[in-house]
């Protein structure tokens, strides 16, 4: 596979991990075992898909436990591999605990995971609703978290484990929205999607109110991707779904996911 052609293609940060993947793949192609990946957002699951799809003898099965998840762990196989969903390796809890006078958000989960010392890319979406706190973590890494998970903020918590079929997905509207932009700037498409002036989303942007695929962006000519997640605080989400080519005038036409 020559790497000098393909790394042209992503962004200087996504290098390393451009790297690792194509060594997994020689790796897979070489061996003809498969090769269970950490949990990856959707950029990056793009990103794999490029790479196994550059290979003939390779096919790959991803999995976050329910259909439409925003993380989710890839098995890169052998073309003839019969999958099965076992072989992902998932586990999914229900995280009981309540506090009255502190309501718990999303942060507040995310960071307690964090600080029992687990890396981002060994759990998956928490699910968060009305009806129940789950959370879906790597098997080799369930144990620990089910010992280790005591309390979120100031509320103690219990974690039991549920089967897959138990998951609550909480309701999520989108809106597909087809654009034309002069670029795939930040700055620009963002203030495209949520209609909002250049010059403000880059106020934003540069208050360090914008994140893509969870990581604070506060450079206004950062460039999108298929795959990216792109937050604005205050304002919502979107998803870089699709670029679907140039209009005569040298415009760039994407489909965007608005969250409503």
Known sequence: MNKENIFPHYRKEEQGFVEKMISVVE?????QQPY??????????????????????????????????????MLI????WYFQKEEMD???FSIKGENKFHKLNHRDYLGALLNIGLKREKFGDLLLSDEGKQVIVA???ADYVQFQLKQVGRTKVEL???KRDELVIPSEKIEELNITVTSQRIDTITAN?????????????????????WQVIDQVDFVLEQGDIVSLRGFGRYKFLEQEGNTKKGRIRIKIGKLV
């Open 90 to 92: 998932l586990v999914f």
């Open 77 to 80: 196989a052998p073309d003839y």
């Open 160 to 162: 039991s484990q549920i």
């Open 139 to 141: 098997k080799e890494i």
């Open 193 to 213: 999607v949520f209609n909002q002036s250049r010059s403000k989303v880059a106020d934003f942007i540069k208050g360090k109110n914008v994140k893509v695929n």
């Open 36 to 73: 269970l990946t950490d949990f990856v957002d959707l950029r990056q699951l793009h990103i794999i898909k490029n790479i196994v799809n550059s290979t003939m003898d390779l096919t790959m099965f991803y999995d976050g436990g329910y259909e439409g998840a925003e993380r989710a762990r």
């Open 27 to 31: 790796q897979v192609s070489q061996t």
